[in-house]
């Protein structure tokens, strides 16, 4: 009988390791969480990512598969007759999801970072000015692809909403570190209430960490003296 | 009647805008190919990608999509019944080829860069170091994917061959220009023949261009003053 467990190599906090998670509560697969121990990495996660050496790995059976929007499509395509499809089904919505999520890694998640690095009032104003036009995207691409649902997905949740959602909890942080409002529901109102919906799904709820906490961890992480 | 009509903004020598338009061949789509004046942005390409501002595009109708692999995926889903799929069918390997895809762009891809901006033999020595290596791990992609057939896709070009092949030029253009074989086939034997393979493929033939050609282009470009 071929092994067909399913396990997740990764840490509670990373943003990345709960997009894989997410999308395997979305399908009500069953899995194991192998936690790596924050500052080292285990044989296992060297053996099963030896390239980029990184988690979140999902290992399905004795394969490993590595990157976290790609873990999210392989669960897609692997238990497609299970729970809704996290892709969307036309070609244009499902080039548009990864158009999107494409950004949020690349820029939008870039200029979160530099907030926290800032320094000075006139970089930090810069920075949270990057930020907000970023944002001013992403509330234009959430009317474009929700068509007035709930989700970027539409009814439920799916592949773009994992990739921004899964930032939700750093973001707060991000926002108490910097006392100010990032998402703000004045100026991206419909982002706002999309994430407020997104932390209260029932595939999201259990693997997002509560603000508090991760606030705590980050001030633990970020006082290690800088090697 | 739905405007149907297809047209990829471009320029000949760059290797992002090779991929749509060899996809766009493997489907037998005939297409309008728009070319971009190096160094200026025409209004059509900032219109239809306004937040990268970057080639290639492609336009279905009057619907954008952009970023090359992304565009790829488009492509073969949109026309899956025509031609042969350019994503494998399998999950597992849908998700190495994107895997390796991202790879090449984030990895190999600014290590070949690098070569030609490395200054002094010592840092040169150790960039091509870094080629060799990133090839070496492509060489054992190459074996695993195509399973004993001629590309990574396995019988026909596909997703990782179109990712990875579109850099053939350029980097025939940089052994030239650094004295150095970087695909060499007592090092790399599967990927030399591929290579050599790919080029001579009937969807890709048409737009690869020569080496020599590139090479007057490359000298063009690498010396305007820098801003």
Redesign the interface.
């Known amino acids: 009988m071929a092994n067909d467990e399913v396990k997740i190599i990764g840490a509670w906090a990373s943003p990345f390791v709960m997009r894989p998670r997410i999308a395997l509560n979305l399908k009500s697969v069953p899995y194991e969480f192998l936690q790596e121990t924050f500052g080292s990495k285990s044989e296992l996660l060297l053996k099963s990512n030896p390239?980029h050496k990184k988690i979140p790995v999902l290992l399905?059976g004795d394969?490993p598969?590595?990157?976290s929007n790609?873990?999210v499509?392989?669960i897609d395509?692997?238990w497609s007759s299970s729970g809704p499809s996290i892709l969307p089904s036309n070609?244009?919505d499902?080039?548009m999801a990864?158009?999107w999520a494409?950004?949020i890694d690349e820029k939008w998640f870039v200029a979160l970072r530099d907030i926290l690095k800032a320094e000075g009032e006139e970089e930090k104003k810069e920075v949270l000015a990057k930020v907000e036009e970023a944002n001013a995207?992403l509330e234009k691409a959430f009317n474009d692809c929700s068509k007035g649902k709930p989700f970027f997905n539409g009814d439920h949740i799916g592949y773009l909403d994992i990739a921004f959602g899964s930032f939700l909890g750093w973001l707060r942080v991000t926002e108490l570190a910097a006392g100010h409002k990032i998402l703000d529901e004045t100026k991206t109102p419909s982002l706002s209430k999309w994430a407020e919906q997104f932390c209260n799904d029932p595939a999201v709820k259990p693997v997002m960490p509560e603000t508090a906490t991760l606030a705590e961890f980050a001030k633990k992480i970020f006082a290690k003296p800088r090697a």
Do not use: D, S
Request: aromatic share 20%.
């Open positions: 390239v399905h394969k598969v590595c990157e790609i873990i499509e392989y395509e692997t070609p244009y499902r080039a990864r158009f494409a950004y995207l």
